[in-house]
């Protein structure tokens, strides 16, 4: 999939876009391209920026620098009720006074009467609401409002369509089911989405790839797998799921890509780091606790090499056993495994802890 | 089971000072209204027939109850002055209601979308006219509307008339006096609804390629439209019966109800015939108001 996009020319381009409300900068120079057929998911806690930056391509706000392309237009300035772009909104922003099928006819104005509701009764069969035309949306459960939010989103067949936050309002079991529907729809009609969230197991599950926002900037842009496994600051490690850092200081270079971190209870190697670090920094390991294994702490032919540690905590927890670790200078990491191994290593247990040298990220402390 | 009894108790004990101050203010003064309304003018303290003996016992009742009769409502029906009054009456507060509709709902929207630091300012300068005595405004408008007052003098100077307009006096400072006393009746509760109305609907109807004017019509309107017939109605009801505007701004051929009330009241002393013009404006106020309730019942369903 990456290989087609970056032949392609960009759906939507952004350079420099940039938004300011008061002196602050809600949204700072972003650059952005997204490609033809692509979900990117713009992550970050709230107030990164992110919806302000849905806000700016969706039209509801201007920005005060930068410039809005989608395709071979420029958007920048254009009003939203110009732009061939929809959303899909984060409260969904149903028409109260009208029924779902108006509501779903609503961006049809513009075509004859025969093909509008051609239209909308195909739309309703899409998210299986074609009993539910004439109901109001009041009278809907959560799921199915948000069903004819997206429908009335994809009326226009838009070539972008902008998800705010657009599993939040639904109950868990629900969201992992219309995570996959939406996914599925995507891929058969082939139309690019932009979707905002805060959680990053619903940008793992949607996007393609995944913007990480901080402080009106994107820090850092990837594939799921590669920000989870190479994330570029302690910031992005620690938005995508649970990681432990373990402080040291840059050790020499050693083949394979590979560096040696010297930390207190020993030594260890790590991937080289992408920011600029010389030997003897002060740098965090980055690993995440289902990277770490444990072995016994044994003396003598066959012992496990890794760093001694004591199992300070074991909690079972179903689908994996999660182990708090105190290192010789009492600093934690955590571990979790499989559930198999539950007996293994109860609290107190000497053990020895490893990591694969790949799985480990060398960050700037 | 106790605990739910006392419950109950205190439910209708809630209820309670409410029932009083409308049966106090409300129901009694209605029903004496009422009673005068079918009694006959007199000469005498107080100025009308029949009066209950509270002594006269049994037959005391039987001789006041065949004392009234409905001869006043029959004037009302006959006499074509109460009724060309009452017609005119809502001829006046009809239309004025419309032109309050017609400026009130564009005004409420700009307060309702003025940035919020003004917002607070905005309002708040609909609300400071009434630190002035209603009384001093419509005198105000008086010597904004004569022949040599300021709009004249004014228009005069531009040069766009010749001669002064001929406004006080007429229907048209009758209307422009309701419009002008009323507005915030109408832009209050219009403002609240408006300013209530969920943002993202707006932007919504944006996104769909709806431009300003279409969302404006199709979402913001009819949603703020309970708002809108709120507010009417509040200006409505008290215009049909309104006194002083006509009085002072009308000519002295100004038919409205309020002045036909004050007229049998304080220059004939018929005081039946006025209770019967009263009881007639409440009947005519009464119909909008069972129409809205009837309306909004509608709407919650």
Redesign the interface.
């Known amino acids: 999939m990456a290989a087609t996009t970056e032949a392609s020319a960009p759906l939507l381009r952004l350079a420099g876009v940039t938004k300011r409300f008061g002196g602050a900068a809600a949204v700072d120079a972003v650059d952005l391209a997204l490609a033809e057929n692509e979900v990117f998911c713009l992550l970050g806690p709230s107030g990164c920026g992110k919806s302000t930056l849905l806000r700016l391509i969706a039209g509801f706000e201007q920005p005060d620098a930068g410039t809005i392309r989608l395709g071979t237009q420029d958007l920048t300035g254009l009003p939203a009720h110009r732009r061939p772009i929809n959303m899909m909104f984060q409260s969904y922003a149903l028409f109260p006074h009208m029924s779902v099928s108006r509501n779903v006819a609503y961006g049809l104005a513009d075509r004859p009467r025969a093909e509008r509701a051609a239209r909308v009764a195909d739309l309703l069969r899409m998210v299986r609401l074609e009993d539910f035309a004439d109901r109001r949306p009041d009278t809907l459960s959560g799921g199915q409002r948000q069903r004819v939010a997206l429908a009335r989103a994809l009326a226009r067949e838009p070539r972008l369509l902008l998800l705010d936050e657009p599993l939040t309002a639904l109950d868990r079991a629900l969201r992992e089911e219309t995570q996959s529907e939406l996914r599925a729809l995507q891929r058969r009609l082939r139309t690019s989405f932009i979707v905002v969230t805060h959680d990053p197991e619903e940008a793992m599950r949607l996007a393609d790839r995944v913007g990480v926002m901080a402080q009106g900037r994107i820090v850092q842009v990837g594939a799921t797998a590669e920000l989870y496994d190479r994330p570029a600051s302690r910031y992005v490690a620690g938005l995508l799921g649970d990681v432990n850092l373990i402080p040291g200081r840059l050790g020499p270079g050693e083949p394979g890509g590979l560096r040696a971190v010297e930390i207190a209870s020993g030594s260890l190697r790590a991937r080289s780091p992408a920011a600029d670090l010389s030997e003897g920094d002060a740098v965090v390991v980055a690993v995440r606790p289902e990277r770490v294994a444990l072995g016994p702490d044994q003396a003598g032919e066959g012992a496990t090499v890794g760093i001694p540690a004591t199992v300070a905590e074991r909690v079972f927890l179903g689908d994996r056993i999660a182990r708090t670790l105190h290192l010789g200078d009492g600093s934690a990491v955590r571990a979790s495994g499989p559930p198999e191994g539950a007996d293994a290593f109860p609290a107190g247990a000497r053990v020895r802890l490893r990591f694969a040298a790949e799985a480990a990220t060398i960050l700037p402390a | 089971m106790r605990a739910r009894a006392g419950e109950r108790w205190r439910a209708r004990l809630v209820r309670l000072p409410p029932l009083i101050w409308l049966t106090a203010f409300f129901l009694v003064p209605f029903l004496i209204t009422l009673k005068i309304s079918l009694s006959d003018a007199a000469t005498a303290m107080p100025p009308y027939l029949p009066v209950l003996d509270w002594q006269g016992g049994r037959e005391g009742w039987a001789s006041f109850l065949e004392a009234l009769d409905f001869e006043n409502y029959a004037v009302l029906w006959f006499d074509t002055f109460y009724r060309d009054a009452a017609l005119s009456s809502l001829a006046y507060a009809g239309t004025a209601s419309l032109v309050l509709v017609l400026f009130g709902t564009p005004l409420a929207y700009a307060l309702a979308r003025a940035p919020a630091r003004l917002q607070t300012l905005l309002v708040a300068l609909v609300v400071v006219p009434f630190w002035t005595s209603f009384l001093v405004r419509v005198y105000a408008w008086i010597a904004i509307l004569k022949p040599e007052g300021l709009l004249n003098a004014g228009l005069l100077r531009l040069g766009l008339i010749a001669r002064p307009l001929e406004i006080l006096n007429t229907p048209a400072a009758v209307l422009i006096g309701l419009v002008y006393a009323y507005l915030p009746f109408m832009v209050l509760p219009l403002y609240a609804v408006m300013s209530r109305l969920?943002g993202?609907?707006r932007?919504?109807?944006?996104?769909?390629?709806?431009?300003?004017v279409?969302?404006f019509w199709?979402?913001t309107l009819?949603?703020a439209a309970p708002g809108i017939a709120a507010g009417a109605l509040l200006c409505f009801i008290p215009m049909v019966g309104e006194f002083v505007i006509p009085d002072l701004l009308g000519g002295s051929d100004t038919l409205m109800l309020g002045r036909v009330l004050w007229s049998e009241f304080f220059s004939n002393r018929d005081w039946p015939l006025a209770s019967a013009v009263a009881v007639l404006l409440l009947l005519i106020v009464i119909g909008p108001v069972l129409l809205f309730r009837g309306a909004g019942r509608e709407a919650a369903r």
Do not use: K, M, N, T
């Not at chain 2, 932007?203 to 300003?212: F, M, N, S, T, Y």
């Open positions: 969920d993202s609907l932007e919504a109807a944006a996104d769909l390629g709806a431009g300003p279409r969302a199709s979402v009819p949603l």
